[in-house]
């Protein structure tokens, strides 16, 4: 008897249809939100072992949900979709080196590109960034020619998980990260989540922007600040939005 991989039988439920749909939708809202132009971004969701990713190279308007790519995690096999994004292999390290994570972007929204581009971390200068990164937003390092010229994307989401674990002890309360000369990544437990931390990483970034063409000798705000703000959101003595029903 010929029996299939159990992921396959899986792919096939009704969970799986409706998380590609999902995923198609995120994708689309990451230009809707103005953080992807072309084909410069991508969004992914975890389902079970599997990872679902937008194709490579592909216009959206012109895929179903059908072409959605699954990946299973472990191996980095296709089980169904077109080509997977070129971006999948710093997904997959990402996944696989902190498995709370749900969801993950890749985008080139231009001011988080810029800091980016200077290979600037961006320092906490008010509450807004607080209420959603514990710390600054980390920029890597710069990649050596051994990573850019081996596998090169597999070899940035171990540069991306080297900055997280150097600066974050919950990769969940630093949400995202500048790759140097590159553009951003940012996650969540869910693709939601993980989209909703890409809007705001662009908006912060510009924040900071702005306040240091009209102060550039601005300072981080203290840690107390910092640290109130953002439990107030995030942990067991968050209080801010509305209890669990």
């Not at 792919?11 to 990451?30: A, G, P, R, W």
């Not at 390092?141 to 002890?169: A, L, N, S, W």
């Not at 931390?197 to 922007?209: D, G, Q, R, T, V």
């Not at 107390?224 to 067991?236: A, I, V």
């Amino acid at each position: 008897m010929n029996i299939k991989p159990l992921i396959i039988a899986v792919e096939n439920t009704e969970i799986f249809k409706t998380m590609k749909i999902k995923v198609l939708e995120k994708n689309n809202e990451l230009i809707l939100l103005g953080l992807v132009i072309g084909t410069f971004g991508n969004a992914s969701a975890k389902e079970g072992s599997s990872m679902l990713i937008k194709p490579s190279g592909v216009d959206l308007s012109l895929i179903s949900k059908n072409d959605i790519s699954v990946v299973e995690i472990n191996s980095g096999k296709l089980v169904s979709g077109k080509k997977p994004s070129s971006d999948t292999p710093t997904h997959l390290e990402l996944y696989r080196s902190f498995p709370q994570l749900g969801g993950i972007t890749h985008t080139h929204s231009p001011y988080a590109t810029a800091w980016a581009q200077a290979g600037n971390s961006i320092p906490c200068l008010g509450t807004t960034h607080a209420d959603y990164w514990r710390g600054e937003i980390p920029v890597t390092r710069p990649m050596t020619e051994k990573e850019i010229y081996g596998d090169y994307e597999k070899e940035t989401g171990k540069v991306i998980v080297e900055t997280i674990k150097k600066v974050c002890v919950e990769p969940l309360e630093c949400p995202g990260v500048l790759v140097n000369s590159h553009g951003s990544f940012t996650w969540g437990k869910t693709i939601e989540e993980a989209v909703k931390n890409a809007e705001m990483l662009e908006y912060i970034a510009k924040l900071s922007w702005l306040t240091n063409q009209l102060n550039p000798s601005t300072p981080a705000i203290p840690p107390s600040l910092h640290s109130r703000h953002f439990t107030r959101k995030h942990g067991p003595q968050s209080y801010y939005g509305q209890e669990d029903s």
